[in-house]
């Protein structure tokens, strides 16, 4: 059912401005080429032998070839709402 249900939405959104860049993102956001493209990303600096910084919580964190991890900065929350019709994405 949850399936279907998504499937539904898919094409809900691909229908609705199909062409703008907002709505390609949220796509490729929710069928998850966004986070693969980001992991494919990573896994090639690394064997490059380059360091990756990322976020971790609230910690700016810098992950060395080596291994180490170097905490650079931390960042606040913000004080933010989120609006009542934009919806967070959350990776599977």
């Not at 910084?53 to 170097?70: A, V, Y």
Request: charged residues 35%; proline residues 3%.
């Amino acid at each position: 059912m949850l399936k279907k249900l998504k499937q539904v939405i898919l094409k809900r959104d691909t229908r609705e401005d199909a062409g703008s860049l907002e709505s390609r993102v949220v796509i490729l956001a929710k069928r998850g080429k966004l986070a693969k493209a980001a992991r494919n990303a990573v896994r090639a600096q690394r064997r490059k032998g380059l360091a990756v910084t990322f976020q971790r919580g609230t910690d700016i964190i810098k992950l060395h070839p080596d291994g180490r991890e170097e905490v650079l900065g931390k960042v606040e929350r913000p004080k933010y709402v989120l609006p009542r019709n934009v919806s967070i994405i959350k990776s599977r």
